[in-house]
């Protein structure tokens, strides 16, 4: 369906017949109706135009029709939060004794989230290496199955989850979290898959300064999730609506430049004496390069790497750095680095963390927009102030 490159696509969606180039901001949370014959259409049609902006709003139906062009969707639901989508789609969709398949290399709130729904509301969950296409097909009880949840590339080290064959599961319905490629660089629903996922926070969105979740798949499935949503109350706000549309507009080339970024660092990286692995799709030593280049336009915008000192590195490279900032997050202008051990995942045991794919010195960094070259040289100074204590 898509006629032009990506890069002019995201200049071309989401607009609807107006002289806006950009979309106004629709505050009104309530909509006038013409009479009761209208008044009771709107609410009772699913996604129906202008009736209660908890519904559907004007400013957040353009984001949403933007991201479902983007991934050759029929629609697309918006939420309050990337966690937002992700809990509106399992409570839309699960019920207590339902089963769900669920990959292990998943966001930590999607596997605590998971977790409560076991323990409280009786969900049965099986756990998968999400790189192993026959661990998904064997945890599948036709059925009972009712949900697949991948994630590709995955929290923390970058796994890549074979779309072709995770999009022909066929039974249950299958959701692939793209957070880490954005629309720009992988549509899981060419592959097969019923249901992408972002959190617009991250690349979408694209400048942290925006809280918003998407999922888009078909009508059917939209409007489904639609039915909950309404109750849920998850529902995105119009202003950061409007600011991950206006992310959209640079989505391409931000995650150019980006992704060039990664790539030039992640082989500089490797070749440095002080690094012990690099994980990055787009190098060859990454287990699953060759896949990544099947199902990905480009490589993403994170690397993670680890260093030889463990813990005291990990925490004293994070430390030296100056233009790459400490913060979770990613896909925004900024680099930033994010020291699990020591920080988001500080409570684990070293058996804990292993299982989570993460040892002490891991370092996850999200290339921002920066200059390659005094990226380059910032870590470059970060590394010297490493090496100068081991
Ligand atoms: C951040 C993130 C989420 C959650 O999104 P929020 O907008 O922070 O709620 C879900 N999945 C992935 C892969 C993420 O990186």
């Known amino acids: 369906m898509t006629t032009f490159h990506q890069a002019t696509e995201v200049i071309r969606v989401g607009r609807t ?19 009761t014959t209208a008044a009771r259409r709107a609410a009772t049609t699913p996604r129906a135009a202008r009736f209660y902006s908890r519904y559907s ?30 809990s509106g789609v399992l409570m839309a969709l699960c019920s207590a004794g339902d089963h769900v398949v669920a990959q292990r290399q998943l966001y930590s709130g999607t596997l605590v989230l998971l977790a409560m729904l076991e323990e409280r509301f009786g969900l049965a969950v099986t756990y998968v290496d999400g790189t192993d296409p026959d661990e998904w097909d064997a945890a599948i009880e036709p059925g009972r199955t009712v949900l697949c949840v991948a994630e ?10 074979d779309l072709e064959r995770f999009g022909a599961i066929k039974g249950p319905v ?34 942290n300064d ?42 391409d080339v931000r995650l150019e430049r980006q992704c060039a970024t990664a790539g030039a660092l992640s082989a500089w990286l490797e070749d440095h004496p002080a690094v012990a692995t690099v ?38 490279f994070s430390e030296a ?22 920080t988001t995942h500080a409570g684990l045991t070293p058996a804990e963390l292993k299982a989570a794919g993460i ?5 996850r960094i999200s290339f921002g927009l920066e200059h390659p070259e005094d990226l380059r040289a910032d870590f470059a100074q970060a590394l010297d102030a490493v090496a100068t204590v081991h």
Request: net charge negative; hydrophobic share 40%; with cysteine.
């Open 174 to 207: 299958t959701l692939v979290d793209s957070t880490f490629a954005t629309p720009a660089l992988q549509r899981p629903l060419d592959f097969g898959v019923d249901l992408v996922l972002h959190s617009a926070t991250k690349g979408i969105g694209g400048h």
């Open 210 to 251: 925006c809280s918003v979740g998407v999922v888009a798949g078909s009508e059917e499935l939209i409007n489904w999730l639609w039915g909950f949503a309404i109750l849920h109350g998850a529902n995105a706000s119009p202003y950061d609506a409007a600011a991950a549309l206006r992310g959209v507009r640079t989505l």
């Open 359 to 363: 040892s002490d010195g891991t370092l």
């Open 17 to 35: 017949v107006s002289s806006d180039l950009t979309p106004p901001v629709h505050t009104s949370a309530v909509f006038e109706q013409s009479d």
């Open 279 to 316: 994980s990055y799709p787009g190098l060859v030593s990454h287990p699953q390069h060759e896949l990544a280049g099947r199902q990905m336009r480009l490589p993403g915008s994170l690397v993670s790497f680890d260093l030889d000192g463990g813990l005291d590195a990990g925490v004293r």
């Open 321 to 342: 750095l100056t233009l790459a900032r400490i913060a979770t997050s990613l896909g925004g202008p900024e680099t930033l680095v994010a020291h699990p051990a020591s």
């Open 152 to 161: 590709t590339p995955a929290n923390p080290q970058l796994a890549i989850v």
């Open 57 to 86: 709003n004007p400013t957040i139906d353009q984001f949403e029709s933007a991201i479902a062009d983007l991934e050759g969707a029929e629609a697309a639901r918006a939420y309050a939060s990337g966690m937002g989508a992700v």
